[in-house]
């Protein structure tokens, strides 16, 4: 690589590439590339090489940072690929579905590209290089390798099969983000009850601390065994929260899983 070649391109220069440039302190060592020109000034804030289209950017490049939007994600992969060098490394690190990262990967591959699904498993704001990374791909390996020498300090390897280090990130959210829904949907309820206070401390005294693998095995089984009484309990909730002019989104989903599991071991029964 000679000194006119950037270590890294950037194909997106949001929070992410921002975060990651900046705590790099990549300046000239990376190039960037954006549709959107406003994304530009950030970009010469970091003292970050812009390219004039998106061929300059990723001319020579032998590794590629992919972080556009995720509807985004596979559109770029498709559209850039015919530019890459002989090669090399797209570092797919879009939130997108292990499907899609193959689709993605089909189109990098076919270019003579080298494709790693990229998983970034926490906020890159404030973690920025310490954001956990998990990598999937047959080049793998060296796309970590690349990556440490960035900065990055949490890469590890999940396997060669693309889609596996997506999986886990989007399987993952299902808990996470559900969570999340959860949450705000019970909250919203006992805010408009005025009972919030004893709901969280009620909460707070039933919590056990204990291995997720465990927790999961217990409310199978509660489940199965105890589905229809719940199912019946939480049509009951949704009803409150209902009254209450909250909408039950949660809830509801929770009433058709709790009947199901309750269905299916009846019948195994």
Not at 1 to 30: N, S, Y
Not at 95 to 113: D, F, I, L, W
Not at 171 to 196: N, P, Q
Request: proline letters at 4%; charged letters at 20%.
């Amino acid at each position: 690589m000679t000194q006119t070649q950037p270590m890294v391109t950037l194909i997106g220069f949001g929070e992410a590439g921002f975060t990651f440039a900046r705590a790099g302190q990549w300046g000239a060592r990376a190039i960037g590339w954006d549709l959107d020109p406003a994304k530009h000034q950030a970009m010469r804030e970091l003292q970050i090489g812009e390219a004039a289209d998106c061929g300059a950017a990723l001319a020579g490049s032998p590794l590629v940072l992919s972080l556009v939007t995720a509807d985004q994600a596979l559109p770029a992969a498709a559209a850039y690929a015919p530019h890459l060098a002989p090669g090399a490394i797209w570092c797919d690190m879009n939130s997108v579905a292990p499907e899609t990262k193959r689709a993605a990967a089909a189109h990098v591959e076919a270019h003579g590209g080298r494709y790693v699904d990229v998983a970034v498993m926490a906020p890159v704001d404030p973690a920025a290089l310490g954001v956990p990374l998990l990598l999937s791909g047959k080049a793998a390996g060296e796309a970590g390798e690349r990556l440490n020498a960035l900065g990055f300090a949490k890469t590890r390897m999940v396997g060669e099969e693309i889609g596996r280090a997506s999986a886990i990130k989007m399987i993952r959210s299902v808990m996470v983000k559900g969570l999340e829904a959860l949450s705000s949907e019970c909250a919203a309820a006992a805010e408009a009850a005025g009972v919030f206070d004893e709901v969280m401390a009620s909460l707070d005294a039933s919590e056990k601390a204990w291995p997720w693998a465990e927790r999961v095995a217990y409310n199978r089984e509660r489940m199965a065994t105890h589905g229809l009484r719940r199912a019946a309990e939480m049509e009951e909730s949704a009803r409150t929260l209902e009254g209450l002019g909250v909408e039950p989104v949660m809830t509801r989903g929770t009433v058709l899983l709790q009947r199901r599991a309750a269905t299916r071991q009846s019948e195994r029964d």
